[in-house]
């Protein structure tokens, strides 16, 4: 790799992971989802890096791609379980980083099992492994705690503007010839739920996070407010939130973007059978001392 691309993974990173923890920190029952949206978005932008997609706080069952409505009044409760999922760039080169808080003792060794997981996995981030491996030892280090690890939730490949490069990494064995490779980019994210749950997601209707697929015209004042936004982000995804117009106006330019395969959206990912979910990631640099971008002293 490039040591100037080295160098904005690096500060992507350290912004993700600061941005990260600021968000867990500020993440209390009887706060506003919106609220810890937006100033982790603006800490972001003022430690100069760029929002690589939109905070994600994905609460109980729902594993990811929940974020905040433009007048959301969602408040944090004190049972619930709350992942934060954090990206950052610099000139393209992401930093996806995650970590759980609930204040519930219910959840912390659910929490717990994601953590170990994916510090498991991390050592083996060296050139050389197969990928398989590490699929392996999330799935086993999230079994013998107790728990099951999500089958259709995947790491994956980090790349410039593409946040979901190859490889795909399971968090539940599989065969494979993939190797890493020195230098490679990649965010590993362990899900885990209780035996209660199937191990699974599905999608919902609800959808809050689109991304531009291709620019085609559209004369719907709406939808061209939509495609604005969508143009700024480089094949990034964003949230409706950032969008200025609102209401039923938005929401048929919105049906317009869609039908006409302009936007794709991100369904809301739920635990098939309702159960509680915690996740743990770290974007991580392939070397024979894996260089773990997202870290900090907390996390
Ligand atoms: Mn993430
Ligand atoms: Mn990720």
């Known amino acids: 790799m490039d040591q100037e691309v080295k160098e904005k993974y690096m500060k992507a990173g350290k912004i993700a992971g600061e941005a990260r923890d ?20 603006s800490l972001i932008k ?32 004190e049972n619930d379980i ?13 930093g996806d980083t995650a970590r759980t808080v609930a204040w519930s003792e219910d959840y912390q060794e659910l929490i717990k099992s994601t953590k170990q997981a994916l510090e498991e996995a991390i050592k ?46 399971p968090n539940v064995s599989f065969k494979t010839s993939y190797t890493l490779q020195e230098g490679q980019a990649i965010a590993i994210e362990p899900f885990a739920t209780t035996n209660e749950g199937a191990g699974l997601i599905k999608e919902s209707v609800e959808k809050k996070i689109f991304m531009m697929l291709y620019d085609k015209p559209v004369r719907n004042q709406h939808a061209r ?19 200025p117009s609102s209401g ?22 739920k635990e098939i059978k309702g159960a509680p979910v ?4 770290h974007s ?3 070397a024979d001392k894996p260089i773990i971008t997202t870290k900090t002293e907390k996390f």
């Open 22 to 41: 600021y968000a867990a920190e500020i993440a209390k029952p009887g706060k506003k989802i919106l609220d810890i949206v937006e100033a982790v978005e």
């Open 46 to 77: 003022a430690k100069g890096a760029e929002i690589a997609f939109p905070i994600n706080i994905s609460i109980n069952d729902i594993a990811a791609h929940d974020t905040a409505d433009k007048n959301d009044e969602r408040v944090l409760g």
């Open 82 to 94: 709350v992942k934060i999922d954090i990206g950052t760039h610099i000139d393209g080169y992401i």
């Open 124 to 169: 083996l981030c060296t050139p050389g492994t197969n990928l398989g491996e590490i699929s392996s030892v999330i799935e086993k280090t999230i079994k013998e705690a107790g728990f099951k690890p999500i089958a259709n939730l995947t790491g994956h490949g980090l790349d410039k503007f593409n946040l979901h490069a190859e490889p795909t990494i």
């Open 225 to 243: 407010q939509i495609l604005r936004i969508a143009k700024t982000r480089n094949g990034l995804p964003f949230p409706l939130r950032w969008v």
């Open 248 to 269: 039923i106006g938005l929401r048929i330019g919105l049906k317009e973007l869609l039908d006409k395969n302009i936007l794709y959206d991100y369904p809301i990912l």
């Open 278 to 281: 915690a996740q743990s990631e």
């Open 284 to 286: 991580i640099i392939v």
